[in-house]
């Protein structure tokens, strides 16, 4: 995303638009004390190889949200810094005040499986690791989105090869052991795709990052070659996928079926069809092709003083799917809408 100034955010909610800038946006303010959260060195097994500086790391929890800094985390946020992340119980507790405040402390998330690479292992940050995530492209890094990460959150083992990975097509799935009673161990994301190892009693067994064999319900995943999207690239699949998130809380930088924001939406979405875009709704507004006649699956942008901050995917017949912002949920409304339209600057399409 490009730089938004503080009138133009500003002006972006109250207009009900998602921010489109993670690098520029204001901490902002909570109900609660505003303490940060000291995380421990994790303790590895020893058949778990140390992470290194320079080299591929994988997230090892259900959702890794990337901070801004390891001080950005306030106490309210502990639980999404846990192994396993508790995402459900961090979203529940926190108020509309302290969903607000993540605006300038988190910038997007990675989810389960996903591949980062390791930039930073300071000492003087213990038990914190800075990366860059390649599957989501930003202005902001050539090598992926920035970001902190609890190192307890990721691991140095590479993932299982196989021909072919499931992914989730849910919005939440429960990853469960690999024995007869396929007990739910933690929820996992939309869009999540993990190596498969086999198929048994209507269960898909994957290999988790961990290294351990687990198992996901057959009917919640796409069980596809490793390489091909999880989804055809269709319009008509683009649409049904935005709106299978129809009622979801619009989360700041949130880029997983328990909370998006408005370019994660699109991102996530577009992801899952194996068609590559930038993680921002800014960058997603310079890239693709112009669509003057937006078609069912073009994305819509809409800036303040030519910034872009919001984005939302065109469904047909007038309207658009999007996520709004805090305190709002993924709907569909009309192009019409005045505090839309009126700040609408064009449309791109990524599919032919």
């Avoid at 970001?147 to 307890?152: D, H, I, L, S």
Wanted: with cysteine.
């Amino acid at each position: 995303m490009g730089r938004v100034t503080l009138a133009a955010l500003v002006a972006a909610l109250l207009v009900g638009s998602c921010a489109a800038d993670r690098t520029s946006a204001d901490p902002g303010s909570s109900d609660r004390p505003a303490s940060t959260v000291t995380i421990a060195h994790p303790r590895g097994g020893g058949d778990q190889p140390p992470l290194a500086v320079g080299h591929d790391a994988w997230v090892s929890v259900s959702v890794a949200t990337l901070w801004r800094s390891p001080s950005s985390p306030r106490a309210v946020d502990a639980p999404a810094l846990t192994r396993p992340a508790r995402i459900e119980t961090w979203l529940a507790d926190l108020t509309l005040a302290e969903r607000r405040g993540l605006s300038g402390r988190a910038d997007t998330q990675a989810l389960l499986g996903d591949r980062v690479r390791v930039l930073a292992l300071p000492p003087d940050r213990p038990g914190w690791a800075r990366v860059v995530v390649p599957s989501q492209p930003t202005p902001a890094d050539p090598r992926g989105y920035p970001g902190w990460v609890p190192r307890r959150q990721l691991t140095a083992r590479p993932p299982t090869g196989s021909a072919q990975v499931a992914t989730v097509v849910v919005r939440i799935a429960e990853l469960r052991t690999d024995d007869a009673g396929a007990v739910p161990l933690f929820p996992i994301s939309f869009g999540t795709s993990l190596p498969v190892v086999g198929i048994t009693d209507g269960f898909v067994r994957v290999m988790a990052p961990s290294g351990r064999v687990r198992r996901i319900a057959g009917h919640v995943v796409v069980v596809h070659p490793t390489g091909s999207p999880a989804r055809a690239p269709t319009r008509a699949s683009l649409v049904h996928t935005a709106e299978q998130f129809l009622g979801l809380p619009y989360l700041w930088a949130g880029a997983s079926g328990f909370g998006l924001d408005c370019s994660g939406l699109t991102w996530l979405d577009y992801r899952v069809h194996g068609i590559r875009i930038p993680r921002d709704a800014e960058p997603q507004s310079q890239h693709g092709t112009s669509a003057a006649r937006p078609r069912p699956g073009d994305l819509l942008f809409y800036a303040t003083n030519g910034l872009v901050h919001h984005v939302s995917m065109y469904v047909g017949n007038g309207l658009m799917v999007h996520s709004p912002h805090t305190g709002a949920r993924v709907q569909v409304i009309a192009t019409a809408t005045t505090a839309y339209q009126s700040e609408y600057v064009g449309s791109r399409r990524y599919l032919p």
